[in-house]
């Protein structure tokens, strides 16, 4: 089965401007996930989706990031405007459900940002 | 909050040798405990997992152990391969049902030939 795919792979912008990122999870994946990854650090959830509702956002930066997964199937993540400590990893993971440990979530290659 | 802690990298190695990759956790409650790989240019992959205490997680040679009583879940391999060489990332999940991964901060490994 086709995994998690991200769009694009890497990005390079000037701060202040704005950028979006794209995630199709694996067919059927009711949950899907955006992390990010600094270098050095590994992923810290920035949200959380069950089909097209939101089910925990706590960490995601309000003022400058937002996500939205119309019809509960793709993704995209926005920053506007995008700061220097933007620059990291995006990744996107989706499981078959949200509840219990058993549900693997799968991880995509990921958005390398660079933010000058 | 939930926290773990993984041992620095690199872990420089020669082929065929022992791998340890210590890990420990702080949470509240009975958390699952996860190793992740990230190869090189590629996403993560759950590597293996152990949902509750005395739990051994196993898949392609590497093995850990869930211990409650040293809050530890410590990677290992008996021979390692070059092509082993990548980030791991030890992880939780909280007891409570909820998928929300937290990760250590990884370690490279670098198996030699």
């Known amino acids: 089965e086709a995994g998690v795919a991200q769009s694009p792979r890497y990005k390079i912008i000037e701060k202040r401007q704005s950028v979006a990122f794209w995630c199709n999870p694996i067919?059927?994946?009711?949950?899907l996930y955006w992390y990010q990854q600094i270098l050095g650090q590994g992923p810290k959830l920035l949200i959380q989706?069950?089909?097209?509702?939101?089910?925990?956002d706590s960490q995601l930066p309000k003022d400058r990031f937002s996500a939205e997964r119309l019809k509960g199937v793709d993704s995209t993540l926005k920053i506007q405007p995008a700061k220097l400590e933007d620059s990291a990893v995006y990744l996107c993971?989706?499981?078959?459900?949200?509840?219990?440990?058993?549900?693997?979530?799968?991880f995509g290659p990921g958005t390398r940002l660079t933010v000058t | 909050g939930d926290s773990v802690t993984q041992m620095e990298g690199p872990v420089t190695l020669s082929e065929e040798a022992f791998l340890t990759i210590n890990c420990t956790y702080t949470?509240?409650?009975?958390?699952?405990l996860f190793w992740y790989v990230q190869y090189p240019g590629e996403g993560l992959q759950l590597l293996l997992k152990?949902?509750?205490?005395?739990d051994k997680g196993s898949n392609k040679g590497f093995e850990a152990t869930y211990r409650k009583e040293t809050t530890s879940f410590h990677l290992e391999k008996g021979s390692v391969q070059v092509s082993d060489s990548a980030v791991y990332f030890c992880?939780?999940?909280?007891?409570?049902?909820?998928?929300?991964?937290?990760f250590g901060k990884g370690t490279m490994l670098l198996v030699s030939p």
């Open positions: 993971a989706s499981s078959l459900a949200r509840g219990g440990s058993s549900y693997e979530q799968y």
């Open positions: 067919s059927g994946h009711a949950t």
């Open positions: 989706f069950q089909n097209n509702g939101v089910v925990d």
């Open positions: 949470a509240t409650g009975y958390p699952s």
């Open positions: 152990a949902t509750k205490a005395d």
């Open positions: 992880a939780l999940t909280p007891g409570s049902g909820y998928s929300t991964l937290t």
